[in-house]
């Protein structure tokens, strides 16, 4: 046998597998540069929070990133374009993070916001401490509204606490906890986990932030572990089915939340913070703030937005069957607000927004919108602003004309602002980021 035909018997098992590598590459490139483009062609480009922002230089290629990703194959977030990894879905990605741990070249940054849409972010360090020594910020507030990482943030912080000097006068707290939602719950377990003196206040129920999600509303998690309790493993369960594990977790461990306890003052003393509140007064040597980022709910500042029907967060979609509704905005909680009451029997749902894409939501809550609209179930009108709201009305602008529409209610779901004075009346600084870590 001649020495060619050897060689090439041996190189052909090779051949064939870089032959393989290199169509399943093309095809994956074709495959991120379709989806990008219709992302594009949408306008669905901005990230809504916490996303990567990846290195070319540095990125060698290798798609770790893309398979980290908990939310693919689902969504395509993130792809091969000429082979190098690339954000392809922008509003599919909600943080997670895990494209970070994978990346072997240390080729991607989590970053906030973006050149053309600010973030407004608490200063806070790796050890969840922020400018203000003794003050700590986790979960949505320091802008990770993903409950696993609100979970994970929440007991890390305590970790940190506990290697601070514990408080030593035995009747100041060694850790106040502000917030009951995922990152204040996992940190109360912790602190009681740790036997440290703590109090934790809520200044409404348990879950903060996820206990004002519509009913039935789907939770995405991710799994993640409480302390005391262990793996923490929904990864799509309802808004009641969360809540009621929460209970069952508090009345199993004891640990004990203050709740409609709203924080009215903090104030620094040479050992820590007074903290004033509506129901009492705390000294504690460490302050955690878990709290949401709505704050205020943001408002239209248009005449009638003092009427009784307008509100700023949908409960039960069951109260407007029958009901000329309109919803506002553009994210996932106002494209959910709407498809759920046009779900029902003998409603009239209009959705409006003020850009032409609704950019900030899901790809899910998009599709469910489109599906709504095609059956006729929900009127959506894009680049449009309301007016003025009426009794029985409600007027909006939509290119440069006027509709004056029917109307019993209206659902503002617009965001919420950022409690920056607040945080500044502490000390706390507030950074816009601009696609910056």
Not at 70 to 82: A, D, I
Request: hydrophobic share 40%; proline share 5%.
């Amino acid at each position: 046998m001649s020495q060619s035909l050897i060689l090439a018997i041996y190189f052909a098992p090779f051949a064939l597998i870089f032959g393989w590598y290199v169509r399943r590459q093309r095809r994956h490139h074709a495959h991120s540069l379709a989806v990008l483009a219709d992302a594009t062609a949408a306008g669905l480009t901005e990230p809504p929070s916490l996303h990567p922002l990846i290195d070319p230089n540095k990125c060698v290629g290798c798609a770790a990133c893309v398979n980290a990703c908990p939310e693919m194959p689902g969504h395509r977030v993130l792809g091969l374009v000429h082979g190098k990894a690339s954000l392809i879905g922008p509003t599919d990605c909600i943080g997670h993070g895990a494209c970070l741990e994978a990346c072997p070249v240390d080729a991607i940054t989590l970053v906030f916001g973006t050149e053309r849409r600010g973030i407004d972010i608490p200063h806070v360090r790796p050890d969840f401490q922020t400018n203000v020594p003794g003050m700590y910020i986790a979960g949505e507030l320091g802008g990770m509204g993903l409950i696993r990482n609100a979970i994970n943030q929440g007991q890390q912080a305590v970790e940190s606490i506990e290697r601070a000097a514990r408080a030593d006068d035995p009747e100041q707290l060694d850790l106040l906890i502000v917030g009951a939602g995922p990152a204040g719950f996992s940190a109360s377990l912790a602190a009681l986990e740790k036997g440290l003196r703590f109090a934790t206040i809520e200044q409404e129920t348990l879950g903060g932030t996820v206990a004002h999600f519509p009913r039935g509303k789907l939770v995405m998690t991710a799994p993640a572990r409480l302390p005391i309790v262990g793996d923490f493993r929904f990864r799509e369960t309802s808004k009641e089915k969360l809540i009621e594990y929460l209970a069952s977790v508090e009345r199993d461990t004891g640990v004990q939340i203050n709740y409609h306890e709203r924080v009215e003052t903090i104030a620094r003393e040479p050992a820590g913070f007074i903290v004033r509140t509506t129901a009492r007064e705390y000294r504690a040597k460490q302050v955690l703030l878990a709290i949401g980022r709505r704050g205020t709910p943001r408002k239209l500042e248009v005449p009638g937005e003092e009427l009784s029907k307008v509100a700023y967060r949908l409960i039960d979609p069951e109260q407007y069957i029958g009901q000329h509704v309109l919803v506002v905005g553009g994210g996932d909680s106002a494209l959910e607000a709407a498809c759920s009451i046009a779900d029902l029997a003998d409603s009239n749902v209009t959705l409006s927004y003020r850009s032409p894409a609704f950019t900030r939501a899901k790809q899910k809550n998009r599709e469910r919108v489109e599906a709504a609209a095609a059956a006729g179930r929900l009127q959506v009108v894009t680049q449009s602003q309301v007016a003025q709201i009426e009794a029985q009305h409600v007027q909006l602008v939509h290119a440069e004309q006027e509709l004056r529409l029917r109307n019993d209610a209206v659902i503002i779901n617009a965001g919420g602002i950022l409690p920056s004075a607040f945080l500044r009346g502490i000390g706390i600084e507030v950074e816009t980021k601009f696609g910056t870590a």
